[in-house]
């Protein structure tokens, strides 16, 4: 057997071990390099803000399969929702800076490359009064996005 990762040789033990814990073959060098990155993430999702926390669960309940502070190898991303390739930040006043400003549009140049699109919510959006209709308008956004993007799959 090898690693997935390092493509290293692994003993059988190391092999049952490692598919036992993380659901993929590793040898114990990157066994530890992944549990190190999975405590990260984790503690990242833990900082996640409430104003992200509670769009997250909305959009969870009404069906997106959305991730939390999901790291696409660049940057942090609020709430991720791969299969519609959209990103959404939750955005507070520092997000008002100029240099904050242009630090988020890199992020979002950042994700267009990669042929996500993002979607900057400002906390406004998220308080009691508005999160309900906010989700709704992502909703459509992202029901419309999915059938533009089958129409262009139709048209080749």
Not at 3 to 20: F, L, Q, T
Not at 57 to 63: A, D, H, Q, R, S
Not at 130 to 149: D, G, H, M, P, R
Request: net charge neutral; aromatic share 10%; proline share 2%.
């Amino acid at each position: 057997m090898v690693c997935s990762v390092c493509g290293g040789y692994i003993s059988d033990r190391e092999y049952n071990y490692s598919i036992n814990n993380y659901g993929k073959v590793l040898c114990r060098e990157c066994q530890e390099d992944y549990a190190n990155l999975k405590n990260k993430h984790e503690k990242r999702k833990a900082n996640s803000t409430p104003e992200a926390q509670k769009l997250f669960n909305i959009l969870i309940k009404m069906g997106f399969k959305a991730q939390l502070e999901k790291w696409d190898g660049y940057k942090h991303i609020d709430i991720a929702i791969p299969d519609k390739r959209v990103n959404i930040e939750v955005d507070g006043k520092y997000h008002q800076s100029k240099k904050q400003a242009l630090a988020d549009l890199k992020r979002t140049y950042h994700s267009f490359k990669k042929e996500y699109v993002t979607l900057r919510i400002p906390n406004q959006l998220v308080q009691e009064d508005t999160v309900f209709e906010t989700a709704s308008y992502i909703k459509e956004f992202l029901n419309e996005s999915e059938a533009q993007l089958n129409e262009g799959l139709d048209d080749d």
